[in-house]
Structure formats: C-alpha cells, structure tokens
C-alpha cells in the first residue's frame, strides 16, 4: 500500500513539475509575442484551470469585457489557446494544459 502512496505521490511531483515548465514557456511566449497584455495575474488565469472565459478575465483582472475577449482571441491566434463553443458560451482551451491532463504526466 505504501509503494502505491508513493507512486502517486511521484507522479504528482512530476505534473506540477510539467505544469510549472509549461507556465514558464507560456510566460516568454506571451511576454514576446504579445507584451502589451502580459501580466503575472494573466498567466496565473490561464493555468486556475485547464480551460477559461471571458468572465474569469472580467472578474479577476478588473478589465472591460470587450478586452477581455480581444485578449483571449490574441492568445488563440499565438497558439496557447483555442475556443469552442458550447450553446451560448465560449470556453478557451489551454491546450498544452489539458493535453497535459489528459496523459496525467
């Protein structure tokens, strides 16, 4: 029971671990191609879950709806994020996140 413990306490190390590296690379990719919007706070959003809104942006940096949306279409077009639509609502994928979570590692 205890070998089953630590391996899953390992592997959790590894994927904060990758997830950590994926932030760091979504940070310079962000801060080169796109500096006007970057922000610490922005990044932090983009990893609170594997997906996010036009209203976590709204809410926790205190921005205008519209730039908000502008900002999540710019991160779509570099490649961090990608929009579907379900019914009324479009949610932006962090792609290398879900993927990421998907695989567990």
Known sequence: MLDGIEVTSLETIELIGNIK????????????ELPRIYSKD?????????YTKIDFLVENLGIARQTASRQLKELEKIGILEVI???NSKYFINI????MLQKGI
């Open 42 to 50: 922005l990044i932090e959003i983009l990893f609170m879950h594997p």
């Open 96 to 99: 290398e996140l879900y993927a």
């Open 85 to 87: 639509k379900i019914k």
């Open 21 to 32: 590296s994926l932030m760091e690379r979504a940070k310079d990719k962000i801060k080169n």
